[in-house]
């Protein structure tokens, strides 16, 4: 099946700092990505969809200034937390469509943790 | 919000079939029933998914009632790494996001 990479897997940051994740489709190309968050003991939660050479559409609630969206490629969404706080602490996950078939595929996900 | 309604857990011992059900009297027509599962701090794993008829792939098999209100995913010989979050979603084709609710947490017991 097709494989969505998410890098990095997990990192620590300092409050304050920012923090980028990147997506990569493997072995096809996606023209729309999607970025979820999910907190402890909850379910994921979209975050915002990613379109290839045009802006990001956010999910009501979801600071578009704050995580800053970038889809340069048909292979590669990236997500930069902006000026982390503790409360941003979550674990991150991308997830794209092939087009070839109808499943969506998800990356392994990110946990990020601002102290 | 989630179009679908699934038990929060269930149990299931070791090697016995598990059948997790799910309700989705609201599904379109042009919707599928998909089936993911979460294990502990990894991204979602597709399972199976299905339109109107039943399906089978080496992971488990997914009955859709003829109405399409509901559907059940059945794990034929759990084991106990099929312990995890197991997500019901419907949704149309192309290029359109997931939209998760609850899940079942199945607990495989040895």
């Known amino acids: ?115 | 919000d989630a179009k679908t309604t699934q038990p929060p857990s269930m149990d299931c011992a070791e090697g016995r079939a598990a059948n997790l059900p799910c309700n989705h009297s609201t599904i379109s027509g042009n919707e599928y029933v998909y089936w993911y599962r979460q294990i502990h701090s990894q991204g979602p794993q597709y399972i199976i998914h299905g339109l109107k008829n039943n399906e089978t792939n080496e992971m488990a098999s997914l009955i859709i009632t003829e109405d399409r209100k509901s559907s059940t995913l059945i794990l034929p010989h759990a084991t106990l790494r099929d312990t995890a979050v197991y997500y019901c979603i419907v949704s149309p084709s192309g290029n359109t996001p997931l939209v998760f609710g609850k899940g079942t947490r199945l607990s495989v017991i040895a």
């Not at chain 1, 990192?11 to 990147?22: A, F």
């Not at chain 1, 023209?31 to 907190?39: G, I, K, S």
């Not at chain 1, 503790?86 to 595929?105: K, L, V």
Request: charged share 15%.
């Open chain 1, 1 to 115: 099946g097709a494989v969505v990479s998410q890098h990095p897997s997990w990192v620590i940051c300092k409050s304050g700092t920012s923090v980028k994740i990147e997506c990569r489709s493997l072995d096809f190309q996606a023209t729309t990505m999607f970025w979820y968050r999910q907190f402890p003991k909850q379910s994921l939660m979209l975050m915002a969809t990613s379109n290839e050479g045009s802006k990001a559409t956010y999910e009501q609630g979801v600071e578009k200034d704050k995580f800053l969206i970038n889809h340069a490629s048909l292979t590669l969404s990236t997500l930069t937390v902006t000026s982390a706080h503790p409360e941003d602490s979550s674990f991150y996950i991308c997830s794209a469509r092939s087009g070839r078939g109808t499943e969506a595929f998800f990356g392994q996900g990110t946990r990020l943790t601002v102290v």
